[in-house]
């Protein structure tokens, strides 16, 4: 929804969001590995110059953080995708619906829940089916 709105930065943060996506696995796979690196990774080093740990923490090879990092690295990639399907169901729902719905004083809140919530389902199917896939 945020990026169906027009705003001066707008078309930025939306190629932004997609780089993960565009860039090949191995570029991905690369930064990836230099933001959670246990010695001179990006996380840890922004991390203990805030003070917040004294210790690098070995997010790659410590069995109980491992899997979380790369789920956490998964939903990174997978987002711009999600974002493309979901923006183009939300280009697809008629300007109409809205109109009227707000005609009738329908709220932000009750213009997603009852027209773009309702409109989206399939897509939404799709996002999760691919996800869970």
Not at 26 to 33: N, P, Q, R
Not at 37 to 64: K, R
């Amino acid at each position: 929804m945020f990026f169906s709105r027009r705003f001066p930065l707008n078309s930025l943060l939306r190629s932004l969001i997609l780089i993960p996506w565009l860039l090949p696995g191995i570029v991905t796979g690369s930064i990836l590995l230099f933001m959670f690196d246990q010695s001179n990774g990006l996380i840890n080093t922004i991390l203990q110059d805030l003070g917040i740990i004294s210790a690098p923490i070995h997010f790659l090879t410590d069995p109980h953080l491992a899997l979380i990092t790369v789920t956490i690295a998964n939903i990174w990639v997978g987002i711009p995708f999600n974002m493309v399907l979901l923006h183009g169901g939300i280009a697809e729902i008629p300007s109409e619906l809205y109109e009227a719905a707000r005609v009738d004083g329908a709220g932000r809140f009750r213009l997603f829940r009852s027209i773009t919530l309702p409109m989206l389902r399939p897509v939404i199917a799709v996002v999760l089916i691919l996800g869970f896939i």
